[in-house]
Each structure stands twice: as structure tokens, then as C-alpha cells.
T-cell receptor, first 116, second 110 residues
């Protein structure tokens, strides 16, 4: 079974630009979560999508948005990039189901975003 | 605010030594997960502990969940260079998302 794939793996943008990152979950997984990882703050939750609906959201500004398609693939978008948005963006998928039971989450390799 | 505090932040040891990594919180979690992340990769789940006081062993790794379900520890016996990586703990409090600690970066030198 193929793992979680993320594209692109590396990205360089300048301040003020916008960026779209893509995540393809493991086949059969309906939940996709996005995380931002930085040396200073560690791994922080951005949002989770399940069956094309956002069902959980972290504490990030509205410049960070996402969506999920009917095939469970997900994209996240960051508009008006700031220097502080430089980070590793990780996507994780799981089978889904009730929020009260956490199935194992499988992470992709991440997209390394550098904002100049 | 970081709900989970991990210590130490960095650890550099020689092959064959033992070590313990701690994950502490003032919050109660329904379960706690440990991940290992290698450079250029996403975190990989090592174990989930669910019951207060639970101890789980994975070869040379021993995981313990505190009685009050607020803290956890990871002990590695006879560390090997292949154990090098970033160790992350994550607390589960449904319906909220996972809360991750900042991680412990471990370097094991031959």
C-alpha cells in the first residue's frame, strides 16, 4: 500500500505570495490532517478534513485554509506569505471514524516551505 | 501554550548507553502516543499508551504512562546509532486534535 504523499517536497516563495500544498492520503483513508512544524514551536495542528468537511481547526490565522476533494486528496493554501510561515508542513491521514477513537495516523514526508 | 513539555530537548550519547525521555503535562489525556521522526521524513508512530500506569515494551524501548494520565516516559536500553532521531510525544483528548510536545532530539554516536 502506498504511503501518504505530499507535493511538492520543497518550495521557495517570497513574502506576500500565496502557496498551495497537496496531500494524497493512503488509499481508503478519509481523514486528512495538516500540521506545521518549526524548531521553535514544534508540531502544531492546522486543521482536519473528513469527507470533504473541516471538522477540527487549530489556532492559525485565516490566511491558512484547506479543502478536501471527493477522492480524499487534500490541499492547503497559505495566502500573503510571511517570513514566519517558513516551516515543514506535514499531512497525516487515518481511516477516520469517530473523533472519540484515534486510529493510527500516518504522516507524509512533508513539504519544506521557505519564505524569503 | 505548549500543553506537553518534553525533556531533555537535546541528548547526545554514546552507543550502548541508556537514556530516558520525559513528557509532562498538567492536563489529563485519554491516551498518549510516541513518535520518532528522522530527517526528511514525517513522524512514525511507535506506541500508544492508554491506561494509567501502563507499561509497554518495544524491543529495547520501554514506554510508561503515568498513573494520572498526565505524563509519560520513554526509556531506551543500550542505545544504537539507528535510534538517532526526534522523539515526539502527543496527547490525545478527543474531540480535539493531537497535542504534540516539541520533541527530544537524540544523537547516538558509535
Amino acid at each position: 500500500k502506498a504511503g501518504v504523499t505530499q507535493t511538492p517536497r520543497y518550495l521557495i516563495k517570497t513574502r506576500g505570495q500565496q502557496v498551495t500544498l497537496s496531500c494524497s492520503p493512503i488509499s481508503g483513508h478519509r481523514s486528512v490532517s495538516w500540521y506545521q512544524q518549526t524548531p521553535g514551536q514544534g508540531l502544531q495542528f492546522l486543521f482536519e478534513y473528513f469527507s470533504e468537511t473541516q471538522r477540527n481547526k487549530g489556532n492559525f490565522p485565516g490566511r491558512f485554509s484547506g479543502r478536501q476533494f471527493s477522492n480524499s486528496r487534500s490541499e492547503m493554501n497559505v495566502s500573503t506569505l510571511e517570513l514566519g510561515d517558513s516551516a515543514l508542513y506535514l499531512c497525516a491521514s487515518r481511516v477516520g471514524g469517530s473523533l472519540s477513537s484515534y486510529n493510527e495516523q500516518f504522516f507524509g514526508p512533508g513539504t519544506r516551505l521557505t519564505v524569503l | 501554550t505548549q500543553l506537553l513539555e518534553q525533556s531533555p530537548q537535546f541528548l547526545s550519547i554514546q552507543e550502548g548507553e541508556n537514556l530516558t525521555v520525559y513528557c509532562n503535562s498538567s492536563s489529563v489525556f485519554s491516551s498518549l502516543q510516541w513518535y520518532r521522526q528522522e530527517p526528511g521524513e514525517g513522524p512514525v508512530l511507535l506506541v500508544t499508551v492508554v491506561t494509567g500506569g501502563e507499561v509497554k515494551k518495544l524491543k529495547r524501548l520501554t514506554f510508561q504512562f503515568g498513573d494520572a494520565r498526565k505524563d509519560s516516559s520513554l526509556h531506551i536500553t543500550a542505545a544504537q546509532p539507528g535510534d538517532t532521531g526526534l522523539y515526539l510525544c502527543a496527547g490525545v483528548r478527543p474531540p480535539r486534535a493531537l497535542n504534540f510536545g516539541k520533541g527530544t532530539s537524540l544523537l547516538v554516536t558509535p
